[in-house]
């Protein structure tokens, strides 16, 4: 069922990013990696990006430091109160 479902949904996407009804879409998960349909690889109006990229040398390095960076701006937008201090 699922499957089915989601060949409709992607179907419906395609057709409204081609009609013009979505003016674009940045997709970065598929069902079936990596195979993804090929009428998105033509549309000037898609960015296609593989999951995977997030799994590179570059961003488990820089990882530590956005989640710290995150993680101080929550809290202190938040105030101290929330954390049990």
Known sequence: MYEILHLKIIKELIRCLTEGEIRGAGLDVFANEPDV??????????????????FTVESFKDLPQLWWANFFAISSSLGSSNFGC
């Open 37 to 54: 349909p090929e009428e998105l690889f033509g549309l000037d109006n898609v960015v296609l990006s593989p999951h995977s990229t997030t």
